[in-house]
């Protein structure tokens, strides 16, 4: 099997680009022993401290965004940083080559019951002039590489540089991540679809009616039975359209007014949104490719619907229809 540095090698990815990536690596290998050490090593649990998304953070939300920092910070390729976990962006190297923004610890809720988590991290060109947020500012068609570490039962890593989508796993006899998957493609059409049921009174008119008829099955419009699974962590149900098709969504909803979103677009959104395109997915707002967004700002939140290229445009095909005359969602 392939190393990860084989495979970079051998896709021509730039020295510079494939040193940034192998920091990732190895800092998501550190991140999965303090994962897996958990209870044993007292990091579960919340600190009495709140992010700028106004969440609780758990104390490993904290040492693994200390620990990413740390390491991009030793590498001189990096002009700066974007966090969840951070207020504002960092300022790492006045030379530094990329802008990396990511999510340390997706999932953390689940940390304390032992279920899926992982780390998701875009990698963006710096371009030049003033170091800002404005900096951070592009679409995710800019983006250079994107990609996320599932730390479960193994420790797997999905990652594009714009040639597709691959997956490794980390042998941990050799803590070395080699390559499992050379190509991801993600089927066309599906039976199986991840959302958060208990929403559903709060989303707008055409997810409703669109998740309504998957749950009628064959005796609804679709004429087909699907399943439901819901991880509640982006990484592992994404992990899951990649490896067997499906259709993630986090849709817009109305249960606080004043965020309609859930997911984060520069560091969540937007790195999944490619892995997914390249992996011959679709990824859309409901109302536009996530990937073609402008961003506004460095903590701004999308709708996101992901995942077999097929059920996405039946999905987005509910919202072509006009709902106007529908009751309110209360």
């Given at each position: 099997m392939q190393t990860l540095t084989q495979t970079l090698?051998?896709?021509?990815v730039s020295a510079s680009l494939s040193q940034l990536v192998l920091s990732l690596a190895d800092c998501s290998k550190a991140i999965s022993k303090a994962v897996q050490h958990g209870a044993l090593a007292g990091v579960?649990?919340?600190t009495e401290q709140e992010n700028v998304q106004g969440e609780t953070q758990k104390k490993l939300d904290v040492i693994t965004n200390d620990m990413l920092k740390d390491a991009l910070k030793a590498e001189g390729n990096v002009r700066g940083l974007a966090s969840e976990e951070e207020d504002y962006v960092v300022e790492v190297n006045q030379d530094g080559e990329y802008l990396v923004c990511f999510d340390p610890l997706d999932g953390s809720s689940n940390i304390d019951i032992n279920s899926l988590v992982g780390t998701i991290f875009s990698v963006l060109p710096a371009g030049e002039g003033?170091?800002?947020?404005q900096s951070f500012l592009q679409s995710g068609r800019k983006q250079v590489?994107?990609?996320?570490?599932?730390?479960?039962?193994?420790?797997?890593?999905?990652?594009?540089?714009?040639q597709g989508t691959q997956l490794y796993t980390l042998d941990p006899d050799t803590n070395?991540?080699?390559?499992t998957t050379a190509e991801v493609s993600i089927s066309k059409d599906t039976a199986e679809f991840a959302i958060n049921m208990s929403n559903q009174r709060f989303w707008e008119a055409p997810m409703q009616t669109y998740i309504a008829d998957l749950v009628l099955g064959t005796i609804g419009p679709r004429e087909k039975s699907f399943n439901m699974r819901w991880i509640a962590a982006m990484v592992g149900d994404v992990h899951?359209?990649?490896?067997?098709?499906?259709?993630?969504a986090y849709p817009t909803d109305n249960k606080n007014p004043e965020k309609p979103y859930k997911l984060r677009l520069m560091y969540e959104a937007n790195p999944m949104a490619l892995l997914v395109e390249q992996a011959g997915g679709k990824a859309s707002t409901g109302y536009g490719d996530i990937l073609d967004i402008?961003?506004?700002?460095?903590?701004?939140?999308?709708?996101?619907?992901?995942?077999?290229?097929?059920?996405?445009?039946?999905?987005l095909s509910y919202h072509d229809v006009d709902y106007s005359q529908e009751p309110t969602i209360d």
């Open positions: 090698t051998n896709q021509a579960l649990g919340a003033e170091f800002n947020e590489a994107a990609g996320y570490v599932l730390y479960g039962p193994s420790t797997m890593m999905a990652l594009t540089t714009g070395e991540f080699l390559l899951r359209v990649l490896c067997r098709g499906g259709i993630f402008e961003p506004t700002a460095i903590h701004q939140r999308v709708a996101v619907i992901l995942g077999s290229a097929n059920e996405v445009d039946t999905c």
